[in-house]
């Protein structure tokens, strides 16, 4: 079993800033793909942005040109930077860790760490 704790989140006014951070409890990062994930109340489960074991990104269009997805896999984390946030950022991010070899197979999911954005 590969724990993912997230950490950085809290409240924030309009326009500011978070960056979140999520540490594997083993090295699995040169075999994962690495994303994050958010979820408003009421609302499904939304990719934000990956980023691959060769560090190639994919971002929402919500949220291009604002977030930054990055990988240390020496540390074993991974990050997002959330610049420029918005009302409509408010929600609990999870952090994602899926294989990227016919094995093992895993999908792993953090525990969530909520981010409320908010004047």
């Known amino acids: 079993q590969v724990q993912l704790v997230e950490s950085g989140g809290g409240l924030v006014q309009p326009g500011g800033s978070l960056r979140l951070s999520c540490a594997a409890s083993r090295s699995i990062f040169s075999i994962s793909a690495m994303g994050w994930y958010r979820q408003a109340p009421g609302k499904q489960r939304e990719l934000v942005a990956t980023?691959?074991?060769?560090?190639?990104?994919n971002y929402a269009n919500s949220v291009k040109g604002r977030f930054t997805i990055s990988r240390d896999n020496a540390k074993n984390t991974v990050y997002l930077q959330m610049n420029s946030l918005k009302s409509e950022d408010t929600a609990v991010y999870y952090c994602?860790?899926?294989?990227?070899?016919?094995?093992?197979?895993?999908?792993?999911w953090g525990q969530g760490t909520q981010v409320t954005v908010s004047s």
């Open positions: 994602n860790a899926k294989s990227i070899v016919p094995t093992p197979q895993y999908n792993y």
């Open positions: 980023v691959t074991s060769g560090d190639t990104t």
